[in-house]
């Protein structure tokens, strides 16, 4: 959930009639010089900025004693699923709870909590889409409701030098905000996530750690230009944000929940020079040369061949490869789309029918919710912690709590040590749950310990099966600073 990952691009779809974002108003100028009062601007943006705490289930150790009696005996040890936290940040960008985060800060999660407001009130989050090549998705609050949103700039007309302002949750410390300017745009020649996609960071020195994977990078006048989403983690004040425009091509179709591209079935080269140029009888020296036509694809039934320089697109001119893909693959399946093409000195109109891109098939569904076998009534599970001094059982250690459960609601944690259950001392697992069976009081009380710190929390049974969807539940009571890689 971090900003150490990160896939960029597009895909989209045409624009429906009523925009689900609120634009800043594109007329007035952007501030050359700092901002007045970042202040004021940041105290304007930070109620729609949320944090994104997500669960996944991946296999993991039990501990490594156990791991040693595996490799030495053949038993006693082996993996199992565990839970794992991260956190990243978003924003919402619809007053019925419609979040924008990256796609690597909920990818695989069976459970997400969007944390609001200064008091971090966690509201259960669903996946609405996710769209891998752009490292986009969308999470909705799950019950809805009425939260500020944050106003969507436009990233066309960027300059390098113009102020920025991030806001994240970094390494878990909620609600930073760090400024600094836009260093480069278009940044196609970096690929941070090692996956083929689309390319086109904005490179900012504004301060970017894990965990403000997914959260807004703002303009002087406080609109949202980018989406925070990478680091070059071998440097200090490289960070990468997505493009808010790249966002407002493909939200229609994250909507629906998930992207489809369209594809020509060509390959290019983006280096075409005067002599090239010349050569082929360009005589601006600007287009994308063909070097390769697949068999059987798009561009070659229309009769596309290599050496074929393409300087349009549907009448929008193209100059790098980069752009052609872009909106060849916007465009949309079924689509014919009527490209410029140089070829022997004169200038013709190729017209091609796109075809959904090979190997974009149905997307994986989402991850089901974390669901373990051992997990009381209340919604979590226990293990043994083990004889303590002197030969007694020392309680039990909470190995899961599921997110929609009261126990996560008031604030247990993996790993707290449950010790008494209403002033009673539970030594191992059949005590707790015998303990806790016996035990008729409305309120059942814990007293557990947390690292060098015991708490108390009170578990109301009448309660202990509601699903609270339409409304928040608790924040924990002590944060953990997390870097989920």
Known sequence: MIAFVALLAASAAAAPSARPWTDAPVSSPRPTAPPASIAGLVKSSMPAVVGIVAVTARMGSIDPFH?????????????????????????????????????????????????????????????????????????????????????????????????VVAIGNPF??????????????????????????????????AAINPGNSGGPLLDARGAVIGINAAVNPSGQGIGFAIPINMLKEVLPQLEKGRVTRSWMGITVQDQLGPDLAESFGVPNGKGVLVTDVVEG?????????????????????????????????????????????????????????????????????????????????????????????GGERAGVRITAVDLRGDAYRVGLREGDMILEIDGHSVRDRAEFRRTLAENRAAVVRLYVRRGSRAIFFGLRRATQQTARADGPMAPEPERKVLDRR
Request: hydrophobic share 35%; net charge negative.
């Open 67 to 163: 791991d040693f009696l595996e490799r030495m005996y053949g038993t006693g040890g082996g993996e199992r699923e565990q839970p794992v936290r991260g956190i990243g940040t978003g924003f919402f960008i619809r007053s019925d709870g419609l979040v924008v985060t990256n796609w690597h800060v909920v990818e695989g999660a069976t459970d997400v909590a969007v944390q609001v407001g200064e008091d971090e009130r966690p509201y259960r989050g669903v996946l609405v889409g996710k769209d891998d090549a752009t490292d986009l998705a969308l999470v909705r609050v799950e019950g809805g409701g009425n939260f500020p949103v944050i106003q969507l700039g436009d990233s066309e007309g960027l300059e390098v030098g113009e102020w």
């Open 172 to 205: 878990g410390l909620s609600r930073s905000v760090t400024t600094g300017i836009i260093s480069y745009k278009g940044r196609r020649d970096v690929n941070p996530a090692g996956k083929p996609g689309y390319y086109d960071f904005i490179q900012t020195d």
């Open 297 to 389: 694809g798009p561009a070659e039934r229309a009769g596309l061949r290599p050496g074929d320089v393409v300087v349009s697109f549907e009448g929008e001119p193209v100059t790098e490869s980069y752009r052609l893909r872009w909106l060849a693959a916007n465009a949309g399946p079924g689509r014919i789309a009527r490209l410029g093409v140089w070829r022997g000195g004169h200038l013709r109109e190729v017209r091609v029918g796109l075809v959904g891109k090979p190997g974009d098939g149905p997307e994986p569904k989402v991850a089901a919710p974390l669901v373990r076998k051992d997990l009381e009534p209340f919604g979590f599970g226990v293990e043994d912690l083990g004889p303590a001094a």
